[in-house]
């Protein structure tokens, strides 16, 4: 009989490589996941599922332009996205299955949110999505610069058997990707309303405002983040406003 002796709380396994030692550790036992490196492999744990990847080989070629090019969009994306870091946990919550709802926005916007070819690659900020789902949205709005220093947004509404009811949510965010300044309104209005009005204060300094609209229902307020509960978000334009700032 062979019998093999485990440690089940801590396994350790080493492998020497000239002056250093790679050691994981498995928490579960035999049949369990691995945290750390062995070999070329690299073990870790991540919202709830342990994962394997192998280290890449050398690159011997580094620079080629398709190598370039995928450097720059996501380096684009990921400046853009990251003052939305913390609406993306409402905007894309409902796509955070398995990774963080930043990065179910980021591999979204990767996608759909750039255009041009190297070196002439840029952001097409009607593209951008700040929410993602299957509720339905709005067929049209825009938004405009009042002379009482506040901006009216303005939709078309759908309403239907399609799951749109008139008493969704109206969720706004403006977004100055210059001055890297977000502000959004949870609960701008209602579907039925048609438009909301959003109050502007004076200060020092120029802006230039990114406009998006997206519904939610009442169940998502419930803690019930699911597709069916939030739509998609719309792009109502862009407006500059010198000496304003969001209250």
């Keep these: 009989m062979l019998i093999i002796y485990y440690e089940f709380i801590i396994f350790e396994k080493y492998f020497k490589h000239g002056n250093f030692i790679h050691m994981a550790r498995n928490q579960n036992g035999i049949f369990g996941g691995f945290s750390g490196k062995?070999?070329?492999?690299?073990?870790?744990?991540?919202?709830?599922?342990?994962?394997?990847?192998?280290?890449?080989?050398?690159?011997?070629?580094?620079?080629?332009?398709?190598?370039?090019?995928?450097?720059?969009?996501?380096?684009?994306?990921?400046?853009?996205?990251?003052?939305?870091?913390?609406?993306?946990?409402?905007?894309?919550?409902?796509?955070?299955?398995?990774?963080?709802?930043?990065?179910?926005?980021?591999?979204?916007?990767?996608?759909?949110?750039?255009?041009?070819?190297?070196?002439?690659?840029?952001?097409?900020?009607?593209?951008?999505?700040?929410?993602?789902?299957?509720?339905?949205?709005?067929?049209?709005?825009?938004?405009?610069?009042?002379?009482?220093?506040?901006?009216?947004?303005?939709?078309?509404?759908?309403?239907g058997g399609s799951g749109a009811k008139n008493n969704d949510i109206a969720v706004i965010l403006l977004f100055d990707p210059l001055k890297k300044h977000v502000q959004w309104f949870s609960n701008a209005g209602k579907r039925v309303d048609r438009h909301a009005k959003i109050l502007l204060s004076e200060t020092s300094g120029n802006t230039k405002l990114h406009g998006y609209l997206c519904f939610i229902n009442e169940r998502f307020l419930t803690g019930k983040i699911l597709p069916e509960n939030i739509s998609d978000s719309f792009f109502c334009g862009i407006l500059e406003k010198s000496e304003q700032k969001l209250l």
């Design 38 to 159: 062995i070999g070329n492999v690299v073990g870790c744990f991540r919202y709830g599922k342990y994962y394997l990847r192998s280290l890449p080989d050398k690159v011997h070629q580094p620079n080629t332009v398709k190598q370039l090019a995928q450097r720059m969009r996501f380096k684009l994306i990921q400046e853009t996205l990251k003052p939305l870091n913390q609406f993306f946990r409402l905007g894309f919550g409902a796509y955070a299955v398995g990774r963080s709802a930043y990065s179910a926005a980021m591999s979204y916007n990767l996608e759909h949110a750039l255009m041009g070819t190297y070196p002439d690659i840029s952001i097409d900020y009607p593209m951008i999505r700040v929410s993602r789902g299957s509720l339905p949205g709005v067929a049209n709005a825009s938004m405009q610069l009042e002379n009482d220093n506040s901006i009216t947004f303005e939709w078309e509404s759908i309403v």
